[in-house]
């Protein structure tokens, strides 16, 4: 049978779900990959890609639906390129997640049995994140507030409301938008000729879930305090829990809502979040954790995996702004933070302080530079937490980690991939992997945390 080629309907049973949350069917052996479509699906798809190994598809009718296919909440989804797991009813988002972990340490790490334990669903399925990032783009109304559409880095759908923001972050992005666009500010755009021209380029909104504390963060190509005063000053009068209105510039080509240059137009340059009781001060440009609520119930988990009786010396590898560190130091006699960004590190050393943690140091640099040094001045852990991020472990970092044989390792990952190439390593070089358990930090979208608890053996 000859392989479809581009431009051919085809009836396709979608029987599983790829990494990034594409549907994955079979027609007569040859594989299409169908964005929409989801295990149980029947669909009569275009194929819009045709290559030798397999195709791509778009959804031009639902044949049979999945017992799985829900109504997506919200207006924008199959367009907005934010949630891509709406139309998914929770429990089979979550075991989607927990197959795809198994799936990548039985594949990739080739590993002897273990325990995997359910995954650990989030308790807000919407409204859940803390931080959303808000593109700004020209539109006939004025400066259009959104998020990129699905596959398009030119298009930007001006969003009124984000089901994974609470309700405040979404008064807050609406008043933003009605000051912004009375005060007929021009909108950041890159012409024919190449060179940027125009003012506002981003708008991120944070919100202390914990606190109620809100920070507006509005990203510009140049320092114009004068122009955004009167924004932050409305802004505010319009929803009190605004704690933080900052402005960032960023004055390159790239296009990243992060600032070289901030200045406070109003409040305090920080919110104050709290984790356990840990309170952390957030500052525009720094790392937290975006589900607050999940990040505790997550590090509850590592918490029991270190199982700390309060002697134990601990590294937190990848220690970003201290989150594991601080809420372990409680419990052990000495924590080790190593993390690359000196921003993180100088926020780390101000929470720690801030709660009066004495027993945590932390280290700016490389884990494969830093480690070894660590190792050169004596330190000796008991209890080694690593929360790389999606690339996990560079190789000589995880040499170094394995000769140093610590007792126990709880390893964080938002990448099974990784997760699982590390691991199968570190079995080889003498470590059992005792149980893996995945965590839903990201309903809705295709994103999946676990942690692993390995003992030396
Ligand atoms: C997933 S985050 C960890 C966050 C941290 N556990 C927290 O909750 O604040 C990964 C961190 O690794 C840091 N990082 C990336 N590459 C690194 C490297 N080679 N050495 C040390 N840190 C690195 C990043 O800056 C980031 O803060």
Same mark, same amino acid.
């Given at each position: 049978m000859s392989r479809p080629r581009r431009g051919d309907t085809l009836s396709v049973s979608i029987d599983d779900l790829a990494f990034g949350g594409e549907g994955v069917g079979r027609v007569n052996g040859y594989v299409v990959f169908v964005r929409g479509g989801i295990p149980g699906d029947t669909l009569r798809v275009r194929l819009v890609e045709a290559r030798s190994r397999f195709g791509r598809g778009v959804i031009e009718a639902i044949e049979t639906p999945s017992p799985d296919r829900v109504d997506a909440p919200c207006a924008y989804f199959g367009r907005? @390129? @934010?949630?891509?797991?709406?139309?998914?009813a929770y429990p089979a988002q979550l075991a989607f997640k927990e197959k795809q972990v198994r799936d990548c340490l039985e594949r990739?790490?080739? %590993?002897p049995p273990f325990e995997l334990r359910p995954i650990l669903p =989030?308790?807000?399925?919407?409204?859940?994140?803390?931080k959303m990032e808000f593109t700004v783009a020209p539109s006939a109304a004025g400066p259009a507030l959104g998020l990129h559409e =699905?596959?398009?880095?030119d298009s930007v759908l001006d969003i009124e409301?984000?089901?994974?923001? *609470?309700d405040v972050m979404n008064t807050l992005l609406a008043e933003t938008r009605q000051a912004l666009r009375a005060r007929g500010l021009s909108v950041y755009e890159t012409g024919a000729d190449g060179e940027g021209r125009g003012l506002l380029r981003f708008v991120t909104l944070r919100e @202390?879930?914990?606190?109620g504390q809100a920070m507006v963060n509005v990203v510009v190509s140049a320092p114009d305090v004068q122009a955004l005063a009167p924004v932050a000053t409305e802004v505010h009068a319009r929803v009190p829990a605004t704690a933080s209105v900052v402005l960032n510039v960023?004055? +390159?080509?790239? *296009?990243? =809502?992060?600032?070289t240059e901030e200045h406070l137009? %109003?409040?305090?340059d920080t919110i104050t979040e709290r984790l356990d009781d840990v309170v952390f001060e957030i500052s525009a440009n720094s790392f937290f954790q975006t589900n607050t609520v999940q990040a505790e119930r997550l590090f509850a988990l590592v918490d029991d995996a270190c199982a700390? +009786?309060?002697t134990e010396t601990v590294i937190d590898l990848? *220690?970003? +702004?201290?989150a594991i560190s601080l809420l372990l130091a409680r419990k052990s006699r000495h924590v080790y933070g190593i993390e690359l960004a000196a921003a993180a590190v100088a926020d780390a050393v101000r929470n720690a302080r801030a709660n009066g943690i004495e027993n945590c140091a932390f280290l700016a640099g490389e884990v494969r530079h830093a480690l070894p040094e660590l190792v050169r001045q004596g330190v000796k852990p008991d209890v080694v937490v690593a929360d790389p991020?999606? =690339? @996990? &472990?560079h190789p000589k970092a995880l040499a170094t980690l394995a000769a140093l044989a610590p007792a126990r390792l709880v390893y964080v990952s938002c990448n099974p991939a990784t997760l699982a190439r590390d691991v199968g390593d570190l079995v080889r070089q003498?470590?059992?992997?005792?149980w893996v358990q995945p965590v839903d930090? &990201?309903?809705? +979208?295709?994103h999946i945390e676990a942690v692993a608890r390995l003992r030396r053996a």
């Open positions: 907005c @390129g @934010g949630c891509r797991l709406q139309h998914v990739i790490g080739g %590993l =989030a308790p807000e399925v919407l409204g859940y994140r803390n =699905a596959e398009r880095y409301r984000c089901l994974l923001q *609470s @202390g879930r914990r606190t960023n004055d +390159t080509k790239a *296009s990243v =809502a992060v600032g137009l %109003l409040g305090r700390l +009786t309060g990848y *220690s970003g +702004t201290g991020p999606r =690339a @996990g &472990f003498g470590y059992a992997l005792e930090m &990201f309903p809705q +979208t295709p």
